[in-house]
């Protein structure tokens, strides 16, 4: 049966409203899970801003924890109980498109063009207090771990691909720029890669938390020439891996040229707008270096991310920058936008 709930929407240019909306009813498959935690992505603070065009009101959310609340039909009984605690991988993909018939499932065509159940809004979906998924996208969370930090399984998973994509080594010189919540999420993957971790950052208490959380070396790079910097470290080599982790397009020419010959230089964030780079097909000839990029996890991705945090392998608790209840959604929404803040997690 339908049920009653509430969903934090956004309607308009940095305003939200609490919403009352109804589930439709659990087809095979699919799970109905009670939310107890959602971080606030980068995707959610673009739309708040309206730098992301969704129609309005809009439904985000997509770093999603709670506990089942119904298991619909044909689902499997002895590996799924109510109440059972799980990470939710909100992210959608059709499984018909060349890219998800091919195992690249972060690439399906139609993971833009999410179909809406009726009674629902447009949007990831996350930001309601009970939403309903496909039980092939749920994760045990492990005792001990709280919702808090299984929510930010996802944002962890989008770093495992970016990090996979790279095929680093062991003793590999990497450089992160930008210490937000992804590019310190790269910090402490690279170094359980056995990598050697640079951070440029502007911020000194994101240079601190890196350091903290294993980073070799951290500069701010309006105090050092980035480049000659990394190529000072490396014997002039060049980094093995450069992580552009910010949106800033004029970065990307420093990160390309911060990458020592057959490197990889890995764009992961997206620019909103974009702005073309030029790029000397001479380099890319003459130094085989590679430029590619990365975007959002695949379902293995998710499944290792939620390894890695059930066994405590990586802490995501520093990276918390705090909760806030339901009913003050307005509050963290406008909270996420600050520079220099961390995740805010709405918990209900």
């Known amino acids: 049966m339908p049920i009653k709930i509430r969903t934090i929407a956004v309607t308009g240019e940095k305003k939200t409203e609490i919403l009352d909306l109804e589930t439709p009813d659990l087809v095979y498959g699919e799970v109905l899970v009670k939310v107890h935690a959602v971080a606030l992505c980068t995707l959610e603070q673009r739309i708040f801003r309206r730098d992301v065009k969704m129609p309005l009101p809009c439904t985000g959310g997509h770093e999603v924890s709670g506990e089942i609340a119904a298991l619909?039909?044909?689902?499997?009984?002895?590996?799924?109980?109510?109440?059972?605690?799980?990470?939710?991988?909100?992210?959608?993909?059709?499984?018909?498109?060349?890219?998800?018939?091919?195992g690249r499932t972060n690439l399906c065509t139609k993971a833009l063009k999410k179909p809406v159940r009726e009674g629902l809004l447009p949007g990831p979906g996350g930001l309601c207090d009970y939403v309903i998924v496909k039980s092939q996208d749920l994760f045990d969370i492990a005792d001990g771990i709280s919702y808090e930090e299984a929510a930010l399984t996802e944002p962890l998973a989008c770093c495992v691909h970016s990090v996979r994509k790279a095929d680093l080594q062991f003793a590999d010189t990497v450089v992160v720029i930008g210490g937000g919540i992804m590019g310190i999420n790269h910090v402490m993957l690279c170094k359980k890669r056995g990598c050697r971790v640079i951070l440029s950052e502007v911020d000194p208490a994101r240079r601190e938390l890196a350091s903290r959380l294993g980073a070799d070396?951290?500069?701010?790079?309006?105090?050092?020439?980035?480049v000659a910097y990394v190529r000072e470290l490396t014997d002039g080599r060049g980094a093995d891996c450069v992580f552009n982790t910010t949106a800033i397009p004029s970065v990307v020419p420093q990160a390309i040229a911060m990458v020592g010959k057959t490197g990889k230089m890995v764009q992961y964030s997206s620019m909103h707008p974009d702005a073309p780079v030029e790029v000397s097909p001479q380099m890319l000839h003459s130094s085989e270096v590679v430029l590619t990029g990365s975007?959002?996890?695949?379902?293995?991705?998710?499944?290792?991310?939620?390894?890695?945090?059930?066994?405590?392998?990586?802490?995501?608790?520093?990276?918390?920058?705090?909760?806030?209840?339901?009913?003050?959604?307005?509050?963290?929404?406008?909270?996420?936008?600050?520079p220099g803040t961390f995740r805010c997690i709405i918990t209900d």
């Open 72 to 102: 619909g039909p044909g689902v499997d009984a002895g590996r799924w109980a109510v109440g059972q605690r799980v990470a939710v991988r909100m992210l959608y993909n059709c499984g018909e498109c060349y890219y998800c018939r091919t």
């Open 217 to 226: 070396v951290t500069f701010n790079p309006l105090e050092k020439d980035p």
């Open 295 to 338: 975007v959002s996890p695949t379902a293995l991705d998710f499944d290792t991310a939620n390894r890695l945090i059930n066994y405590r392998i990586i802490d995501m608790k520093p990276v918390i920058f705090g909760t806030f209840e339901f009913k003050d959604a307005q509050a963290a929404f406008e909270q996420s936008i600050v």
